[in-house]
T-cell receptor, first 110, second 112 residues
Framework: GEDVEQSLFLSVREGDSSVINCTYTDSSSTYLYWYKQEPGAGLQLLTYIFSNMDMKQDQRLTVLLNKKDKHLSLRIADTQTGDSAIYFCAATSNDYKLSFGAGTTVTVRA | ETGVTQTPRHLVMGMTNKKSLKCEQHLGHNAMYWYKQSAKKPLELMFVYSLEERVENNSVPSRFSPECPNSSHLFLHLHTLQPEDSALYLC???????????FGPGTRLTVL
């Protein structure tokens, strides 16, 4: 099955950019997602990218996809305290099955 | 508001109890999912239903029994659970298989 890996922790100063990295193993993955989970809540879809795209920008969020290296990143510009959360990378490996990473806990410090 | 609701939000049960988790989606989706989220581990897909038929069952112990009576409702029936089953159980729905999944807030389950 698909393995999705991401670093577990990231600490960033308020106002700086955050970059969260993710690698996956299945080169046939068609959609790649970033989800955000705040304390006590479920997962909220932040953005996604289709595998034939290199980059997608949505306001403060930029997703970069290197399909050759099977590497996905999420950049959050001007990081705010409200961005403190766990961020999950996920990839589709076949119909219906989303494979998730373990999540990166982002802590924003003043 | 994600359009996916789960009840109860918190549940404490003994190993001999029988309980059920409920999920309801108000998005008109045709696929629903149960995930288990344990600390510092990737989300584990447990069950997938598409058009009320089970299409995926990831070797989940029989003490977890899903039920999907219609495309808007999904249940997870629990019996004789173990303490290691304590986790956050998340429900999700999607339209089709490869489209994004929308998650509920989860049920925090503690098995004593």
């Amino acid at each position: 099955g698909e393995d999705v890996e991401q670093s577990l922790f990231l600490s960033v100063r308020e106002g700086d950019s955050s970059v969260i990295n993710c690698t996956y193993t299945d080169s046939s993955s068609t959609y790649l997602y970033w989800y955000k989970q705040e304390p006590g809540a479920g997962l909220q879809l932040l953005t996604y990218i289709f595998s034939n795209m290199d980059m997608k920008q949505d306001q403060r969020l930029t997703v970069l996809l290197n399909k050759k290296d099977k590497h996905l990143s999420l950049r959050i510009a001007d990081t705010q305290t409200g961005d403190s959360a766990i961020y999950f990378c996920a990839a589709t490996s076949n119909d219906y099955k989303l494979s998730f990473g373990a999540g990166t806990t982002v802590t924003v410090r003043a | 508001e994600t359009g996916v609701t789960q009840t109860p939000r918190h549940l404490v049960m003994g190993m001999t109890n029988k309980k059920s988790l409920k999920c309801e989606q108000h998005l008109g989706h045709n696929a629903m999912y149960w995930y288990k989220q344990s600390a510092k581990k990737p989300l584990e897909l447990m069950f997938v239903y598409s058009l009320e038929e089970r299409v995926e069952n990831n070797s989940v112990p029989s003490r977890f029994s899903p039920e999907c009576p219609n495309s808007s409702h999904l249940f997870l029936h629990l019996h004789t659970l173990q303490p290691e089953d304590s986790a956050l159980y998340l429900c999700a729905s999607s339209q089709g298989g490869v489209n994004e999944q929308f998650f509920g807030p989860g049920t925090r389950l503690t098995v004593l």
